[in-house]
């Protein structure tokens, strides 16, 4: 009976292989099939698991890539997210590396084009935005921690120089009419000093 029973059991696994359906029950996802089965609503270990890797994709992995790239950095983002959806990526982290890479590439398109930044000097500048992000270190004083002891450069605050040369010239007016105003009220004021009774002049009161 159970001879029989064995027989009808590698006469079926036979016959689905021939017709191209393997037995994939004994098979073990890999990881990814892993990372897409891992139910996040109502769970903490899943969530946190996953916004790690979201978060060390699009705020780790595609800033450095955006900095390594330079000005071409929007393209390759568009470029990643075309492949992520061509491929079938169910994971998503694909294309929020693609998002985080062309953010980042929008961000600093106006300082790569016009400075003409090596790739040093954007890594370099990418650490320091890093820094400043965790608060590590400030804009017009040394880092904390003596993570680096170099000042930032004092806080300059943009002037329009018509503006103020105006406001100048205003302020000088006000002064020069103020100077004038008190000039005349000293003169005005020795005159009357000055000025004497006329009955003085005219009586000699020394004959009474």
Known sequence: MDANRFQKKQKRKYTSLLN???DTTASKPNLIDRYNGMETKGDFKNSAIKTLFEVLGGGVIAPVLSASLGKFSPLAGVILAFGGNYMGDKTGLIRGLAMGTIAH??????EYREENTTFKDRISG?????????????TNSSSINGINSDKSKEFEIP?????????ISTIQKLSEAQEDEKEKFNIKESEKQSEQDPWEDDIDFSRF
Do not use: C, H, P
């Open 126 to 138: 990418l650490k320091d935005d890093w820094l400043y992000t965790l608060m590590l270190k400030n």
């Open 105 to 110: 590439g929008v961000a600093k398109s106006k």
């Open 159 to 167: 002037v329009n120089k018509k503006v103020l040369d105006n406001t």
């Open 20 to 22: 191209g359906n393997e």
